[in-house]
């Protein structure tokens, strides 16, 4: 059972609902977040109305959820959630395109790729100042330098921007930066970090872990909508198989299910799920009819020159050209890019 305090709720309503809560004998996990505060019952609650608890002043709503996650599920919330980024929803009905490099690596790379996502419809530009990557004699990425580039983008375009966070400790800093801080797939169970990131104010892209099941995957979620954050999308980005064409293995039917199971928007990122470009047209076709929110894409204004993920990324024109092809999909289920 969880019991949602008011917005407003003073101290004093919220130790009252703590004292009752032990004269039950249940232990409680309370979460304090900017936007709302919120009680889990943890004991055999069965056998105790929700309506015992309604009554308390201070109290909003109180639930039984019989799923493990609770506040990313759709009983918590049988309306489909919308976060806000700037002028950008994610999770209504335009279907929101995030554009840019694997990695920030230069001044000039970032800002022609900016400029050229914006004309051809993509509101959001990726990049990343932080790279986790395989090998530590692989390009880290720019780090601070990176930031600074992304946060002139920026200002130049008017784009939000999402980059990746890879530390508990670097959540304000990338934060001061990122419109939507990244967790990637390597740190999908970064519990410190999805902590961190629930306690901070902005948005979550969480990518799936590459190895984790859909329950997981919302477990994660999980972590950051309980330390307050209500503002996380899900990013399917591909799982690993026995197949070795591709460089993962996108699950499609993840995103209807996800979408059936939680109530967060769900984002898809052909790139890093099949690591070809010529599947990224295709992919992002399907992903859109099958209902995904957001579509997350590697774009370079150079691929073969890429310090990562060239074989993945679609070059200016070729980005200009996908928006075209993918129109008219989202038209067809009554959506718009
Ligand atoms: C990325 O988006 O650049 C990235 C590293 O993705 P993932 O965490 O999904 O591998
Ligand atoms: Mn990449």
């Known amino acids: 059972m969880i019991i949602v305090m008011k917005f407003d709720a003073s101290k004093e309503e919220i130790s009252n609902i703590l004292k009752e809560v032990r004269k039950f004998g249940f232990k409680s996990n309370l979460s304090r977040g900017k936007e709302k505060t919120i009680i889990g019952l943890i004991g055999n609650v069965a056998a105790v109305s929700t309506d015992h608890f309604q009554l308390f002043s201070g109290v909003e709503n109180v639930l039984r959820v019989s799923k493990p996650f609770k506040l990313?599920?759709?009983?918590?919330?049988?309306?489909?959630?919308?976060?806000?980024?700037?002028?950008?929803?994610?999770?209504?009905?335009?279907?929101?395109?995030?554009?840019?490099?694997?990695?920030?690596?230069?001044?000039?790379?970032?800002?022609e790729t900016a400029l050229k996502v914006k004309e051809a419809g993509a509101t959001i530009l990726r990049g990343g100042a932080f790279k986790p990557r395989t090998s530590p004699y692989s390009f880290q990425g720019l780090k601070e330098k990176g930031l600074e580039i992304l946060a002139e983008a920026k200002?130049?375009?008017?784009?939000?921007?999402?980059?990746?966070?890879?530390?508990?400790?670097?959540?304000?800093?990338?934060?001061e930066v990122a419109d939507i801080l990244q967790i990637g797939t390597r740190n999908m169970q970064n519990y410190a970090l999805?902590?961190?990131?629930?306690?901070?104010?902005?948005?979550?892209?969480?990518?799936?872990?590459?190895?984790?099941?859909?329950?997981?995957?919302?477990?994660?979620?999980?972590?950051?909508?309980?330390?307050?954050?209500?503002?996380?999308?899900?990013?399917?980005r591909g799982i690993r198989t026995f197949e070795t064409y591709t460089r993962n293995t996108l699950d499609l039917a993840a995103v209807p299910l996800l979408k059936e199971l939680s109530h967060l928007p769900v984002c898809v990122d052909p790139s890093h799920a099949t690591g070809l470009r010529s599947l990224i047209a295709p992919v992002s076709k399907a992903a859109v009819a099958v209902g995904t929110d957001a579509l997350l894409i590697e774009v370079h204004p150079h691929p073969e020159k890429a310090l990562s993920d060239g074989a993945q990324s679609l070059n200016l024109e070729e980005f200009s050209k996908f928006m075209e092809e993918l129109r008219p999909v989202a038209v067809a289920i009554k959506r718009r890019i």
């Open 72 to 111: 990313a599920s759709r009983e918590f919330s049988p309306e489909k959630s919308v976060v806000r980024v700037n002028r950008v929803s994610l999770g209504g009905n335009d279907v929101i395109v995030m554009a840019g490099p694997c990695a920030v690596e230069s001044r000039e790379q970032i800002l």
């Open 155 to 175: 200002e130049k375009t008017g784009l939000s921007i999402v980059t990746e966070v890879m530390t508990p400790e670097h959540v304000p800093l990338v934060g």
């Open 194 to 236: 999805l902590e961190a990131a629930g306690k901070y104010n902005k948005p979550v892209l969480l990518k799936r872990g590459m190895m984790a099941t859909l329950e997981e995957f919302l477990m994660a979620a999980e972590y950051i909508l309980s330390n307050g954050n209500s503002n996380v999308i899900l990013c399917e």
